[in-house]
């Protein structure tokens, strides 16, 4: 469904399509992962359904067999799907993305990448919408050989229709792909270009999203004025089947949208909601002149960060405790609470960089703010999420 970084589809999926990631593993390619869920049968099931009659009424001869054709050529159009994912996989290798799986399953098929760990740019964007367009290109392709292998078959014969099958799928399954809107390939490669434009892969997300469901509205509208317009009668099998595709293209580009706006939000999130200002307290430093700085940019008082003898951070001032000790001669030390796991991060820190540090550092409880090799800040990490939730 989805492009770089997680997964690319040849057809609309939602994000948590049934059936995904279980089944049949057939092997790896790319060093990950094919593999076929059961509820790939089902898919086969109703295609061959579907193309048995037609198969039957142009060759009424082949009797039971117009089963079996139909039944093959669910597993050629399968493999369609499969080249289909195997371009974007290989295209994602090309720019160095790691494939986590691929998967056939009842909405065609998906490539799930590993997560990048390069920062958003420019060249992620075009990386991304290259990704999306090849698979929807790879059919059409195959469309086309398609239609010049048909003229070396025997019209009507076995391999001509499954040589005809071969190409009108292809052909559709390219074309419907390359409409822009999320979740379909050319809704991702609609993403990209305005990541690119805006900067911000989500904004980029759900405005492909909106598409999405423009499109998805679009496919009942035409399954029903497309007949009338010729003046038939709307089919309600065909009806039925668009309205089906309609609706899960609907809820795919809504849960895109959905989980963009959240990220969103951590895009633009301002980080000096919870950073406050801090300063490194050696071990031995005299307490009370500690505690009488005040940061003069501010004028507030600043949290105290103690730093052990080899100067690390190890704790913080107990102000409270502090303020009420009589004598001169106290330190620092004398009056710390351990600081527990922290990661360390500059002082232009965004929200979703300091989210994918935490990553690496799941058990960190603060983040230190540095400038150079000054400590300028402070984060209390329990209290970062917390404003996230908020916000």
Same mark, same amino acid.
């Given at each position: 469904?989805?492009?770089?970084?997680?997964?690319?589809?040849?057809?609309?999926?939602?994000?948590?399509?049934?059936?995904?990631?279980?089944?049949?593993?057939?092997?790896?390619?790319?060093?990950?992962?094919?593999?076929?869920?059961?509820?790939?049968?089902?898919?086969?099931?109703?295609?061959?359904?579907?193309?048995?009659?037609?198969?039957?009424?142009?060759?009424?001869?082949?009797? @039971?067999? /117009?089963?079996?054709?139909? *039944?093959?050529?669910? $597993? +050629?159009?399968?493999?369609?799907?499969? !080249?289909?994912? %195997? &371009?974007?996989?290989?295209?994602?290798?090309l720019?160095?993305?790691?494939?986590?799986?691929i998967?056939?399953?009842?909405w065609?098929?998906?490539?799930?990448?590993?997560?990048?760990?390069?920062?958003?740019?420019?060249?992620?964007? @075009?990386? /991304?919408?290259?990704?999306? *367009?090849?698979?929807? $290109? +790879?059919?059409?392709?195959?469309?086309? !050989?398609?239609? %010049? &292998?048909?003229?070396?078959?025997?019209?009507?014969?076995?391999?001509?229709?499954?040589?005809?099958?071969?190409?009108?799928?292809?052909?559709?399954?390219?074309?419907?792909?390359?409409?822009?809107?999320?979740?379909?390939?050319g809704? @991702?490669?609609?993403?990209?270009?305005?990541?690119?434009?805006?900067?911000s892969?989500?904004?980029?997300?759900?405005?492909?999203?909106?598409?999405?469901?423009?499109?998805?509205?679009?496919?009942?509208?035409?399954?029903?004025?497309?007949?009338?317009?010729?003046?038939?009668?709307?089919?309600?099998?065909?009806?039925?089947?668009?309205?089906?595709?309609?609706?899960?293209? @609907?809820?795919?580009?809504?849960?895109?949208?959905?989980?963009?706006?959240?990220?969103?939000?951590?895009?633009?999130?301002?980080?000096?909601?919870v950073?406050?200002?801090?300063?490194?307290?050696?071990?031995?430093?005299?307490?009370?002149?500690?505690?009488?700085?005040?940061?003069?940019?501010?004028?507030?008082?600043?949290?105290?960060?103690?730093?052990?003898?080899?100067?690390?951070?190890?704790?913080?001032?107990d102000?409270?405790?502090?303020?009420?000790?009589?004598?001169?001669?106290?330190?620092?030390?004398?009056?710390?609470?351990?600081?527990?796991?922290?990661?360390?991060?500059?002082?232009?820190?965004?929200?979703?960089?300091?989210?994918?540090?935490?990553?690496?550092?799941?058990?960190?409880?603060?983040?230190?703010?540095?400038?150079?090799?000054t400590?300028?800040?402070?984060?209390?990490?329990?209290?970062?999420?917390?404003e996230?939730?908020?916000?």
């Open positions: 469904m989805a492009c770089v970084p997680e997964q690319t589809s040849s057809t609309p999926a939602p994000a948590d399509a049934p059936g995904a990631s279980r089944g049949l593993r057939l092997g790896s390619v790319l060093g990950a992962p094919v593999l076929l869920a059961w509820s790939w049968f089902i898919a086969a099931g109703v295609i061959a359904v579907l193309i048995s009659p037609w198969v039957a009424r142009v060759r009424p001869d082949l009797g @039971w067999m /117009s089963w079996a054709v139909g *039944v093959l050529f669910s $597993v +050629v159009l399968f493999g369609s799907v499969f !080249l289909h994912e %195997l &371009a974007h996989g290989v295209t994602g290798r720019f160095g993305y790691r494939v986590a799986a998967e056939l399953n009842v065609g098929g998906f490539t799930r990448f590993e997560p990048r760990t390069e920062p958003d740019s420019p060249r992620a964007a @075009w990386v /991304s919408f290259t990704i999306s *367009v090849i698979g929807p $290109v +790879v059919n059409l392709v195959l469309g086309g !050989l398609g239609w %010049l &292998a048909m003229d070396a078959a025997v019209r009507g014969s076995v391999p001509w229709l499954l040589l005809f099958g071969f190409t009108f799928a292809n052909l559709v399954l390219g074309a419907i792909n390359l409409l822009p809107g999320i979740p379909l390939d809704g @991702w490669a609609l993403q990209a270009v305005f990541w690119r434009v805006t900067g892969p989500y904004a980029g997300t759900i405005a492909a999203a909106w598409f999405g469901r423009i499109i998805a509205v679009g496919f009942v509208v035409g399954s029903l004025l497309l007949p009338l317009a010729q003046g038939q009668r709307p089919d309600l099998i065909t009806v039925g089947w668009t309205a089906v595709i309609a609706t899960m293209v @609907w809820f795919s580009a809504s849960d895109a949208a959905k989980h963009a706006t959240q990220a969103r939000r951590v895009e633009t999130y301002e980080m000096s909601r950073i406050q200002p801090a300063v490194a307290a050696s071990w031995d430093a005299p307490l009370a002149t500690a505690l009488e700085y005040a940061d003069p940019g501010t004028g507030r008082r600043p949290l105290l960060v103690v730093l052990d003898r080899q100067g690390l951070p190890c704790g913080l001032v102000r409270t405790a502090a303020g009420r000790a009589t004598g001169a001669d106290h330190r620092v030390h004398e009056f710390i609470r351990p600081l527990g796991p922290w990661i360390g991060a500059p002082a232009d820190i965004t929200a979703p960089h300091l989210l994918e540090s935490l990553t690496h550092r799941p058990k960190a409880a603060f983040c230190l703010i540095m400038e150079g090799e400590l300028v800040g402070f984060i209390d990490l329990q209290e970062f999420f917390d996230l939730l908020a916000h």
